[in-house]
């Protein structure tokens, strides 16, 4: 039930008991209350009835462009619309001025901007179905040596998304310049999957930088492909959350389709996110 304020002046004792019976009186003659329009347009018409000499104003929420609606009694002041707008005109001072009146709703700025927020949103909609980004993640040893590889390309105008999973053959990483041609390869088809695309991911930069020196060590350009983490967006716009590892913060969003100990999965659960976070795509493509 909205909220309603009603305020008196100069008023009976009596009507100051019949309001503290449904309101509380917040200020000496400031009550307010929840009660449904029923209920505060009878105490509405018992307050005009009973004011005596003195005055009164009502405000209580309603659907319109300010979120309010309000009503006087007695006062120097007049509730006037201009442009669907109920605005305040002290009557002595403005004698002679006329507005016109119009219904009750939203103005027609208010009206013409939704109009372009709506326009704007179709477009961007549109403009989406024809993006394609990359989703990647990357698993490592503690010594930080790849043992796999796996990208989601993400085609939004496409029903189905293509899937890249590289294993690396730990013990030969470790060898410093010797590189058997299967690294080499998956480096390289790897490297042909991405394209120009954007990248995402969760704690992206490290997965960047562990790739990049695998790249820089058999010859290859680093990446430059666009990169967006996912985690910075989620600490800036949720900084409410206790602990950003991977595995909570699915759960705070509601990601919970598919196993998080698949590894497997996981390129599918950060897809699942970046479409969970409020704005992140919008962001980012």
Same mark, same amino acid.
């Not at 209350?33 to 009502?58: E, H, M, P, Q, S």
């Not at 985690?231 to 206790?242: A, G, S, Y």
């Not at 950060?270 to 980012?284: C, P, S």
């Given at each position: ?11 009976t004792?009596?009507?100051?008991? *019949? ?30 009835? *009973? ?14 462009e ?18 669907? %707008?109920?605005?305040v005109?002290?009557?002595n ?9 119009v219904?009750?709703?939203?103005s027609?700025?208010?009206?013409n ?19 394609k ?17 796996m ?7 496409d029903i ?7 294993n690396?053959?730990?013990e ?18 790897? %490297?042909?999957f991405?394209? *120009? ?9 490290? *997965?960047?930088?562990?790739l ?5 060590k ?9 990169? #967006? =983490? ?16 991977f ?11 598919? =196993? #998080? ?6 390129? =599918?659960l950060i ?12 962001t980012?493509?």
């Amino acid at each position: 039930m909205p909220m309603t304020v009603i305020t008196i002046s100069n008023s009976t004792n009596s009507l100051r008991g *019949d309001l503290s019976k449904w309101m509380q009186e917040i200020a000496t003659g400031v009550y307010i209350g929840n009660f449904n329009t029923k209920i505060r347009d009878r105490l509405w018409d018992r307050v005009k009835r *009973d004011i005596g000499k003195g005055y009164a104003t009502l405000s209580y929420r309603v659907n319109n462009e300010i979120g309010y609606e309000f009503k006087t009694y007695r006062t120097n002041r007049e509730i006037i619309r201009y442009d669907g %707008i109920p605005l305040v005109l002290i009557s002595n001072a403005c004698e002679n001025q006329k507005i016109d009146e119009v219904e009750f709703g939203f103005s027609n700025s208010y009206k013409n901007r939704k109009i372009k927020k709506i326009q704007k949103y179709k477009n961007n909609q549109k403009k989406l179905l024809r993006k394609k980004y990359i989703v990647l993640k990357v698993f490592h040893t503690d010594e930080s040596i790849i043992t796999q590889v796996m990208a989601l390309k993400v085609n939004l105008g496409d029903i189905e998304n293509e899937k890249l999973i590289l294993n690396f053959n730990v013990e030969q990483s470790k060898i410093e310049n010797e590189y058997s041609e299967g690294i080499l390869k998956s480096l390289s088809e790897f %490297i042909t999957f991405i394209e *120009d695309l954007p990248i995402i991911g969760y704690s992206l930069r490290s *997965d960047i930088d562990l790739l990049n020196i695998e790249l820089v060590k058999v010859g290859r350009s680093k990446i430059t492909n666009n990169k #967006y =983490d996912i985690l910075r967006f989620v600490k800036k716009h949720n900084m409410f959350i206790n602990d950003y590892k991977f595995g909570n913060v699915i759960k705070e969003y509601g990601v919970e389709k598919k =196993d #998080y100990s698949e590894l497997t999965n996981h390129v =599918d659960l950060i897809y699942e996110l970046a479409n969970k976070v409020n704005g992140f795509l919008e962001t980012v493509l």
